[in-house]
């Protein structure tokens, strides 16, 4: 490889979008590219390197002065932060061929498009990262397309909706913005966008492996030069120095490790039900109710992480999620379907149960149910309100009884198929050596 090939790596500035591409980013590392992680922050500060001095984090303001109040509006806090890239990314990758240590790539998150101009412009190629799987990128594809029209009822159970590669799928399995159109317009807009200039992207990167969408690999990849590259879930690297570093997705919140795998140390094997719907959903307080006697009445310990949604603050509670998920005392795991956790229960061989709230949460939920049949997902009654019985009854189905057995046993074959991808010389690990070696 040539001395110094470097890569710039821009994640959007969410949690679910900072942990996959970073865990990306010491992959990178691990197989010798120099690496800068640029972190839209709302706090500018000077730029640092990692704990093993092998990625360096260079901090960019999201456009917001630091006593400003920063605005709830969507279209205008990605207005602010495209300005502010633009505006100063330029610069740092100048700055950066000057100090010779010039980029070779810029790795953007799909969620801002625009930045594949601005690494041409600078001379860079543009590779594109799908945080989110092809299942839902390509549904976006046909609505950006035109070949599929957002639906117009929002409640039509019947409704259904056909993809090439795809089991059908009702109204309710379709990701949540497009059954929702009118209530997020502007985030609708973003995730189709996120296609727009996918025709002149240089390199399109998704955390996914090719075994989990095999069917949809083909067609993604007759269209553009697509590489999987995941799981990127930090528990799965072979880089010693790298699975010790704990600060493995440069976490937004803190989280309580001794105290939570203290109580898990203290259960029988597969006795609790761990219950996290990650960053972003925020449940009403009817149905905080409701769950919480669901999973009392289920007769299972469980741990569940709580956040301070009322005032809408950073998680008061946060967990190690990966150190739990991997603990012999997990029987299984409620989850939102974000993609993060699925693919960290995926490959630590949880069984799941679904609660997906929106975004891609319920076609990831659809696939997790009847295509991987590594868990079940909760019915909701029509308003979208999930009562305790069912919480009850799916809890029962995965922890005991023969269909709890069947997903044990597909689970089991998932976490070993996604090692396969991860380890060296599978797919997923291919793809990223072939990454690499466009920039040797
Ligand atoms: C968001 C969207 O909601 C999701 O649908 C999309 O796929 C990605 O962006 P988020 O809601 O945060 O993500 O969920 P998820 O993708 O599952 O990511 C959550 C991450 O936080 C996981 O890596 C998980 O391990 C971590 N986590 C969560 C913790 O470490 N501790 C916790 O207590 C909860």
Redo the contacts with the bound molecule.
Sequence with gaps: MREGSHVIVLPFP????I??MSQFCKRLVSKGLKITLILVSDKPSPPYRTEHDLITVVPISNGFQEDEEQSQDLDDYMERVETSIKTRLPKLIEDMKLSGNPPRALVYDSTMPWLLDVAHSSGLRGAVFF??PWLVSTIYYHVNKGSFSVPSTRHDHSALASFPSFPMLNSYDLPSFLRESSSYPNILRIVIDQLSNIDRVDIVLCNTFDKLEEKLLKWVQSLWPVLNIGPTVPSMYLDKRLTEDKNY?F?L?D?NVAKCIEWLDSKQPSSVVYV??????ILKEDQMMELAAGLKQSGYFFLW?VRDTEKNKL?R??????E??RHESIGCFL????????L?GLSLGVPMIGMP?????PT?GKFMEDVWKVGVRVKADVDGFVRSEEIVKRVGEVMEGEKGKEIRKNAEKWKLLTLEAVSEGGRSDKSINEFVSMFC
């Design positions: 969410a949690q679910g979008h942990t996959p945080t989110q997705g976490s919140f989280a996290s719907l990650g960053s972003l959903v992480v998680p509670n946060w967990s190690p999620q990966l739990v998920l989850t939102h379907c974000g993609w993060n956790s699925m960290e709230h929106w975004a891609d949460q990831n």
